[in-house]
C-alpha cells in the first residue's frame, strides 16, 4: 500500500509539472514567434488546434517516458544521485523527440531562437521535475528513518554480527521483529526478541509480517549458510546476506548500509528500464500474434478436432510470478484421459500423444495460445517455464533454488527450452533448471532476442524434441 502510494505522488507530480511546464512554454513561443505564425493574440494563439492537443497529450507522453525509463519501478530506496542522473536523463530524450515532433515546424526569425526554445524547455522540464521529485523522497527518507514507514526484517542469526547489522538497520528506521538462532548460538543480549530456531521458521514467517529476511549467524562454514539460504527461498522475500561471508554468490546486488556490504541474493541485475520494455514489448508482440496468427489457429482447430475426440484446447493449472497459480493454454496434443492414472511427463516416444500432436510438438505450435496468457500477464514471451505443483513439490528437494524462478513471469520460450528441450523425468526437469538459473541471474533484453531467434530457429527446423 506505502509503494502504491508514494508510487502515485511521484506520478502526479511529474503529470502536473509537465502540465504546466508545457503552458509556460508555450507562452515562450508566442513571444518568439507568434508574429511570425501569424496569431496576433495570445488567446487565438493557445487556442490553436495543435496546441489545445499538445497540451492534453504531452503530459501523458512525460509520464509514459519517466515510466518507460523505470523511474516509477522503485518508489523506496531511492538515490538522491541516481534520481538526479535518471531525470537528467529522460529529460534531454524526451525534450529532443518534443522538438523534433512539435516545434521544429515554427518559424522563428533567426535559427538562433531555436536554441533558446531548446534550452528553455529543458530547463522548465527539469527543474519542474527534480525538485518535487527530491522534495518527496526527502519526506519519504524522513518517514522511513522516523519508523513511519518501517520495513519489518527478520534476523537470522542472534550473535554478535546479527546484532551489529540489526542495530545498523534499526538506525536506518528498518524495524527488527526478531531473531532465529542459529547452530550453537545463543540469543543472549537480544534474548527478548529471541523467536526460536531455524527449525520453528516455518510457522514464524506465516505468523509474521516480514518484507525482509537478513542472514548473518555466525557460521564460518559456507555450506552451511548455502543449506540455510536454500531453505528460505520458499518464503519469497528479498534475502540479504553479508557480503564478506558470502562473496561467491554471483550477479547478486551489493547495497550499503552504514559501511555494512549486504547482497540480495535474490534479485537479478535486469534493470528497470529493461523490465518495462520487456513488459510493453510482451503486449504488443502477444496482440499482434494473436491477431496475425489467427488464420493458423483455425486450421490448427480443425486439425486437431479431425485427429481425435475431445476439446480443441488443454488448459491445466501452473504456477507462475511470486507462486500464483494460474491457467496455462495449448493446442491439446494428447489423446483425452491422458493423466487419469496421476501426473506425468511426456516423452519423445509417448503413446498418448496424438499424431498431430506428435507435430506441433515437434515444431512447438501447440503453445501458440500463451501469447493470450502473456496478454493476460500470467506469463512473459521469454522466461522459465512454468511448471505444476507437483513437480515442483519434487524439485525442490534436490534443488530449493528452484523457488528464485517465481521472482520473475513464466515464458513461453526460455533458455532451457531452447539449450535442453522437453524433460521427460524429474532428474531432467533438475538438469534443464541450471540454464533457467543462468538466465535469472543474467537478464537482460539482448538475452531474451538471443533466445527468441533461437526459438524461431527450432520452430522452423522442427527441433522441439
Known sequence: MRRSVQAAKYVISDFVVSSVVWLVFNLIRYEKIAVYEGFETLGGFLSHRPLMLGQIFVPFFWLFL????????????????????????????????????????????????????????????????????????????????????????????????????ADNLYGLGYNIVGFVTVGDETAGEVAEKSLGRLDSLPELMERLKVDEIVVAPDVRDNARLTEILYSLYRYKRPIKVLADEF????????????????????????KPIEQNV??????????????????????????????????????????GYMGKPFRIYKFRTMYMNAEENGPLLSREDDRRVTPFGRV?????????????????????????????????????????YYYLLHNVRPGITSLGMVKYGYAGSVEQMIERLRYDILYYENMSLSLDITILIYTVKTVFTGKGI
Open 360 to 400: 506441433m510438438r515437434k515444431y512447438r505450435i501447440d503453445e501458440l495460445p500463451q501469447f493470450w496468457n502473456v496478454l493476460r500477464g500470467d506469463m512473459s514471451l521469454v522466461g522459465p517455464r512454468p511448471e505444476r505443483r507437483y513437480f515442483i513439490d519434487r524439485i525442490v528437494r534436490e534443488a530449493p
Open 66 to 165: 519517466f515510466w518507460l525509463s523505470g523511474y516509477y519501478n522503485k518508489p523506496f530506496g531511492k538515490s538522491r544521485l541516481s534520481e538526479l542522473f535518471a531525470t537528467i536523463g529522460s529529460v534531454s530524450v524526451g525534450v529532443i523527440l518534443l522538438f523534433f515532433l512539435l516545434v521544429l515546424n515554427d518559424l522563428p526569425p533567426s535559427y538562433s531562437v531555436y536554441y533558446e526554445m531548446f534550452f528553455s524547455l529543458w530547463a522548465l522540464q527539469f527543474v519542474g521535475v527534480y525538485v518535487p521529485r527530491l522534495l518527496i523522497t526527502q519526506a519519504g527518507r524522513w518517514n522511513i528513518k522516523n519508523r513511519k514507514w518501517a520495513l519489518d526484517v527478520l534476523m537470522i542469526g542472534a550473535g554478535r554480527q546479527a546484532v551489529r547489522i
Open 247 to 270: 562473496s561467491s554468490f554471483p550477479q547478486v546486488k551489493i547495497k550499503e548500509i552504514k559501511g555494512v556490504p549486504l547482497l540480495d541474493i535474490t534479485d537479478n541485475n535486469f
Open 278 to 319: 520487456k513488459w510493453l514489448m510482451d503486449k504488443i508482440l502477444s496482440a499482434l500474434s494473436l491477431i496475425l496468427l489467427s488464420p493458423l489457429f483455425l486450421y490448427i482447430a480443425w486439425r486437431v478436432k479431425r485427429d481425435s475426440p475431445g476439446p480443441v484446447f488443454f488448459s491445466q493449472e501452473r504456477v
